[in-house]
């Protein structure tokens, strides 16, 4: 049995304490960003019609339409998908897109890559960034830009170490090294850092549960203060039982989930379901492209690719399909 | 409690003993103006003088020997004009008793996509529709724990529900002109959001709550999108976070009968193992399932969306289908839209 560190729970706070502490919030002025575990400034509502939502265009309008915009700052998005059908496409081409000033759909920010499963896909993300920046060469001024130079990629392998990671990242958002600031995080993927450390008993899945709160409560604790979007990607896992009635399991616009022909369902579970505020689905299947069938030789098959919408607080249901070209991810007008 | 025994100035006492105002029920049906102009005393005095009999004595009610207590028949009176918030489905509406109540916390569980959120939004929207169009004309308070509020979303909403009360068409623009205050922006305008991002946050803010409601009478909604999500992480102490849960469910629920106000809190769902499999129930545990009046739970059947009375102190288990769609929360277009019993 693997041997591994809970992390740390929250310290707890005697019930006095706590008491004490919301009076003298209540009490005190503006407040500094000191050790009070709350800030004063947080008693005071926000003014909802001056909020204006940003977002991250995903580089293409099809897409970008099926989304209201793109990616939105301040919450999380999950895209869930099985191995090969786009999902990291999708994530290198965010991290380029949100380099583009805002005028553009961009976020004028560097972006932050950590991935969990195989080696980063160098090779495909400076394929990319050569014909981003000839596409948009009017927008980089100098010719020596170099669009790599705003991601920065960090590698983890267990859960405990992603949330080091984003307890070092509040230095590194609070001042960033470049001019341009860290406005965009996407963790691909999620599922790999869960899947091998838990068995599967109670014991063991509401450790896991309670893990995903954490990393999630962090995330959007950073996303609100510093203005993040934050993309997530996840697995999928086979399914058999029903998803119908009061005790099904059935998240989201789509009945059931269809990618290759199998019945699919997103992996860790309705916990997780509830860390994220947007869920897409990238669904995968091979078509047999109905002239060229001939027994016994070859067949044409074509992939196609759809992001659908699953479940997200300002999307109506949607569905979108799309190609994966040498120049990235675009959208198909049905 | 008679006039000689309040605690209010001798002299005063002995003007009204010697009108003729002996006991409390007589100042009953008086209105200050009238105290006022009877006793040539200022209207404050006149309006300190049957605050202090009201709250002595519960004027009009003349069997009550228990200072602050109330038969049961001035509650059955109170409940029938008590104020109920409309979800904008006629379904939804019907199986809570005309729409979620104003002296009471109701709370909203479903997995997650099912429509929490849209609902909190539409009843941010929906507690401000005006007197004149059958609505409480308040505000809301709107307590976002897990980032899910949209705004363009809520515009979208506010929007809706603007053209709904005022009409479209050419032949209502000049009457929508002529109704500067109800436009969407100023409905967004009129929910105090506030965003918290931790457990110390959420239970802060809603200790917080008493006060700022007493400066905002206004508000006669606070909703609370989720009340769960911060609870879930790995307390050190189970027992500290009984105890927290138990204290805030405490201050939400003096929230309604003191200021008149509905409370909606937003649950998720979590599966609970029992009798060999899995069930979905909602988080939280046994306890917390005490702390709210009401317990609706919205699930999905055959691709409609169904909210179901759990618990309810007066209302039946009964279900109804809704749907989402861009206006907001509205009936369910399918042809068996029907409320089905339990």
């Known amino acids: 049995m693997p041997l591994f560190t809970v992390s740390k729970p929250i310290p707890s706070l005697s019930y006095t304490m706590l008491n004490m502490c919301t009076c003298i919030v209540a009490l005190a002025g503006p407040g500094d960003k000191s050790s009070k575990p709350v800030r004063s400034h947080q008693m005071q509502p926000q003014n909802l019609p001056l909020l204006s939502p940003q977002k991250c265009t995903l580089g293409c309008p099809i897409l970008d339409r099926s989304l209201a915009g793109g990616i939105p700052c301040k919450s999380i998005t999950e895209i869930v998908a099985e191995s090969g059908s786009g999902k990291t496409q999708l994530c290198l081409q965010l991290l ?56 920065f990629v960090h590698a983890v392998h267990t859960a405990d170490q992603l949330f080091d990671l984003l307890l070092k990242l509040d230095s590194v958002l609070e001042n960033p090294p470049t001019e341009s600031p860290v406005k965009l995080i996407v963790i691909d993927s999620i599922a790999a850092l869960f899947r091998s450390e838990f068995e599967n008993n109670s014991g063991d899945l509401k450790r ?11 995330l959007k604790l950073q996303a609100e203060r510093f203005g993040l979007a934050v993309v997530i990607t996840n697995q999928v896992v086979d399914v058999v039982t029903s998803s ?29 379901a509830h860390c994220v505020n947007s869920r897409l689905f990238v669904s995968r299947d091979e078509e047999i492209l109905a002239d060229h069938v001939r027994s016994g030789e070859y067949v044409c098959r074509q992939t196609r690719r759809q992001l659908h919408v699953l479940f997200a607080p300002h999307l109506p249901v949607s569905s979108c399909s799309f190609m994966i070209t040498r120049d990235g991810v675009v959208g198909v007008e049905r | 409690m008679e006039i000689d025994t309040l605690p209010i100035s ?65 509650m059955l009176r109170e409940e029938e004009f008590a104020s109920r918030i409309t979800t904008s489905c006629k379904e939804f509406d019907h199986i809570l008793g005309g729409g979620i109540s104003c002296k009471e916390v109701t709370e909203i569980g479903g997995v997650p996509g099912i429509g929490k959120t849209q609902i909190g939004i539409q009843l941010a929207v929906n507690v401000q529709i005006p007197v004149d169009y059958g609505g409480l004309g308040g505000k809301a ?43 969407a922006k ?8 506030f965003r918290v991002c ?11 709550l008493e006060k700022f409601i007493s400066e905002h009478k206004e508000v006669k909604a606070v909703i609370v999108d989720s009340v769960t999500f911060h609870f879930r992480q790995d307390f050190q102490d189970m027992t500290l976070r009984t105890r927290l849960l138990g204290n805030m469910a405490l201050k939400l629920m003096q929230l309604p009968k003191k200021f008149n106000l509905a409370v909606v809190l937003k649950n998720q769902v979590t599966t609970k193992y029992s009798d060999g499999s899995f069930r979905l129930t909602l988080a939280l545990g046994d306890s917390w399932s005490h702390s709210c009046t009401n317990r609706v739970i919205l699930y999905w059947e055959s691709n409609e969306r169904c909210a179901y009375i759990d618990k309810s102190p007066c209302h039946q288990s009964a279900s109804a289908l809704s749907a989402v769609t861009s206006k907001g929360i509205r009936s369910s277009t399918s042809n068996c839209s029907r409320i089905k019993l339990m």
Request: proline share 4%; net charge neutral.
């Open chain 2, 141 to 183: 308070i709107y307590i976002d724990t897990e980032g899910s509020f949209m705004v363009e979303r809520a515009l979208q909403i506010a929007e809706a529900c603007v053209e709904d009360l005022l009409g479209k068409g050419t032949a209502w623009k000049e009457f929508r002109a002529s109704q500067p205050k109800l436009s």
């Open chain 1, 96 to 151: 380029l897109t949100a380099q583009l000033p805002t005028p553009l759909g961009g976020l004028s920010a560097s972006a932050l890559y950590i991935h969990t499963e195989f080696p980063f896909p160098l090779r495909r993300l400076r394929q990319l960034a050569n014909s981003f920046k000839s596409s948009y060469s009017n927008v980089f001024a100098s010719s020596s830009f170099d669009p790599c130079g705003l991601i």
């Open chain 1, 208 to 218: 896991r549960s309670s893990l995903f709160f954490k990393i999630a409560g962090k």
């Open chain 2, 186 to 193: 100023n409905l967004l305008g009129d929910i105090f959001y």
């Open chain 2, 10 to 74: 001798a002299s005063m006492r002995g003007k009204l003993i010697s009108t003729g105002y002996i006991s409390l029920a007589s100042l009953s049906s008086i209105s200050p103006s009238q105290l006022a102009q009877d006793f040539r005393v200022r209207e404050s005095e006149a309006v300190e003088i049957l605050k202090v009999a009201s709250v002595n004595g519960r004027v009009g009610n003349s069997d009550g020997f228990v200072a602050g207590a109330q038969t049961a028949w001035d």
């Open chain 1, 244 to 272: 119908e009635g009061i005790n099904g399991l059935r998240i989201g616009n789509l009945e059931n989930l269809y990618s290759s022909g199998r019945r699919v369902y997103p992996a860790l579970g309705p916990s997780w």
């Open chain 2, 198 to 208: 931790s457990y110390t946050e959420q239970i802060a803010l809603v200790n917080y």
